[in-house]
């Protein structure tokens, strides 16, 4: 009975989204070493989001614009 429990609780998890990610609205004052935040701001261009990708101290943070299919994408309120 206990492995049944177990596999119920692992199917659980492994049945979210986990490839879904959050587009915010302004890019996050802390972000920990190599975490990736996607943010939509008007510094790229129409259907492309920032990539924001944390550094390690001493060392700027990376920047590109990426393209992210529209399923893959949700819209996340962020507080400046």
Same mark, same amino acid.
């Given at each position: 009975?206990? @492995? &049944? !429990?177990?596999?119920? =609780?692992?199917?659980?998890?492994? /049945?979210?989204?986990? %490839?879904?990610?959050?587009?915010?609205?302004?890019?996050?004052? @802390? &972000? !920990?070493?190599?975490? =990736?935040?996607?943010?939509?701001? /008007?510094?790229?261009? %129409?259907?492309?989001?920032?990539?924001?990708?944390?550094?390690?101290?001493?060392?700027?943070?990376?920047?590109?614009?990426?393209?992210?299919?529209?399923?893959?994408?949700?819209?996340?309120?962020?507080?400046?």
């Amino acid at each position: 009975m206990r @492995m &049944l !429990a177990s596999v119920m =609780v692992v199917s659980c998890f492994v /049945a979210l989204p986990c %490839s879904a990610q959050t587009i915010l609205k302004s890019e996050p004052l @802390m &972000l !920990a070493p190599y975490e =990736v935040a996607f943010v939509k701001d /008007a510094s790229c261009p %129409s259907g492309k989001v920032l990539k924001v990708t944390g550094a390690i101290r001493g060392l700027h943070r990376r920047k590109a614009c990426v393209a992210l299919p529209g399923e893959q994408a949700s819209l996340a309120t962020a507080t400046p």
